[in-house]
């Protein structure tokens, strides 16, 4: 099993920046992918971002381009969303992800296999 556990959720103001980590420890996957998905009040879970194991390769769905980054550092086990920017439609829960394979941009949530129990993210205007 592998445990994710996200930090740094919490109220930030339109145009305010908030920093999201996913530490990942249990059992060690190889070479795995990180990604992040959100999920808004009544709204389905959507990927917001996604790294490969060396970090060389980076998805972003188009809402978030410009204004998110990805990163991770594997001597921590760590993945980081840096969301800068913010609107009120980057509210809902944040969630980390963890899924082995090859890797693709935007893997879909069904792709991965290990998640965190979710961080709240609530913009106001």
Not at 28 to 42: E, K
Not at 60 to 83: C, P, W
Not at 107 to 122: I, L, N
Request: aromatic content about 12%.
């Amino acid at each position: 099993q592998v445990q994710l556990v996200e930090s740094g959720g919490g109220l930030a103001q339109a145009g305010g920046s908030l920093r999201l980590s996913c530490a990942a420890s249990g059992r060690t996957l190889p070479s795995y992918i990180m990604g992040w998905f959100r999920q808004a009040p009544g709204k389905e879970r959507e990927s917001v971002a996604d790294i490969s194991w060396s970090g060389d390769l980076r998805y972003y769905t188009d809402s978030v381009k410009g204004r998110f980054t990805i990163s991770r550092d594997n001597a921590k086990n760590t993945v980081y969303l840096q969301m800068n920017s913010l609107k009120p439609e980057d509210t809902g829960v944040y969630y980390c992800a963890v899924r082995r394979g090859v890797y693709f941009g935007g893997s879909s949530a069904e792709e991965y296999d290990y998640w965190g129990q979710g961080t709240h993210v609530t913009v106001s205007s």
